[in-house]
C-alpha cells in the first residue's frame, strides 16, 4: 500500500521514511514513530492500517543519522543487535526528524503522532516540545518517565502494560501523578511491545482494545 519516500530535517540531514495514503481524501495525518527495530514489518503495517482508517501515515527512520535502512525483526539476536541504537540516545536528533515529517503531512489537515517503545518516548517530547500536532498517543514508552514533568502541547494518550518487564508500574504511577493532563491506560494482562503481533509479547485482546482507543482519541482530538 505505501512507498518510500526522503525527507529533509532543519539541519539538512536527508532520512528515509515510508508513507501509506488513503484511497479517498485524507481526514488529518498521523506520523509514526518506530520502536528500536527500525521503520520494519511491523511499523509499516501500523502505517497501513492508519492509511485504511483514512489517514495519510508517515513513519521517518530515525536511525538513519546511525545506520541507514536498518530494519529487524524479533529474534534475540535482532533485539540484542538493536540495542545498541538506544545505548546513547540522540532525543534531540531524533525530534528534528520528527518534525521534518510533521511538516512533510501537515497539508493533509491535522497533524498526529503514535510512537511505540522508543517511539512512545519520542511521541511524548514531540507533544511538548515541537509545532503542529494536534494529539499524541504513545505506547510503552520506556523514558516518559524521565520527562514527566514537561507539558505536552496537545492531547496526549499513553497505554501501558501491567506485566511490562522494561517499565516498572512505579513509573507509571509517577508519570500519572505529574501528568494529571493526559489520558493513561494499563492493561492487566499485557506486557512490553503488546501491540506487535510479530513479537513473543503480543497481546491480542489488549492490542485490539489500545487501537480502539487510539482511533477514537484520534478522532475526538483531530476532527
Not at 10 to 29: E, F, T
Not at 145 to 160: G, L, Q
Not at 180 to 194: K, L, Q, R, S
Request: hydrophobic share 40%.
Amino acid at each position: 500500500m505505501g512507498k518510500h519516500i526522503s525527507l529533509t530535517a532543519a539541519d539538512n540531514h536527508q532520512l528515509g521514511a515510508y508513507r501509506a495514503d488513503p484511497q479517498g481524501p485524507a481526514k488529518g495525518a498521523i506520523v509514526v514513530i518506530q520502536e528500536i527495530f527500525g521503520v520494519n514489518t511491523h511499523i509499516r503495517s501500523v502505517c497501513d492500517r492508519f492509511a485504511a482508517e483514512g489517514y495519510l501515515a508517515l513513519a521517518p527512520a530515525l536511525f538513519d543519522r546511525l545506520q541507514p535502512n536498518f530494519e529487524s525483526g524479533y529474534s534475540p539476536d535482532e533485539i540484542a543487535n538493536a540495542r545498541k541504537f538506544i545505548a546513547n540516545p540522540d532525543w534531540e536528533a531524533m525530534l528534528r526528524d520528527t518534525q521534518a515529517a510533521i511538516e512533510a503531512v501537515k497539508s493533509a489537515g491535522r497533524v498526529g503522532i503514535v510512537g511505540f517503545c522508543m517511539g512512545g518516548t519520542v511521541a511524548f517530547l514531540a507533544a511538548t516540545r515541537l509545532a503542529g500536532l494536534s494529539a499524541a498517543v504513545c505506547y510503552y514508552g520506556g523514558r516518559i518517565v524521565a520527562v514527566a514533568d514537561e507539558k505536552p502541547r496537545c492531547a496526549t494518550e499513553m497505554h501501558f502494560g501491567d506485566k511490562d518487564q522494561s517499565i516498572p508500574m512505579s513509573d507509571v504511577a509517577s508519570i500519572k501523578e505529574k501528568r494529571p493532563d493526559c489520558t493513561i491506560y494499563v492493561y492487566p494482562e499485557a506486557g512490553h511491545g503488546f501491540h506487535c503481533d510479530e513479537r513473543a509479547s503480543y497481546h491480542a485482546a489488549s492490542a485490539n482494545l489500545a487501537w480502539d482507543r487510539t482511533q477514537q482519541f484520534l478522532k475526538t482530538h483531530m476532527s
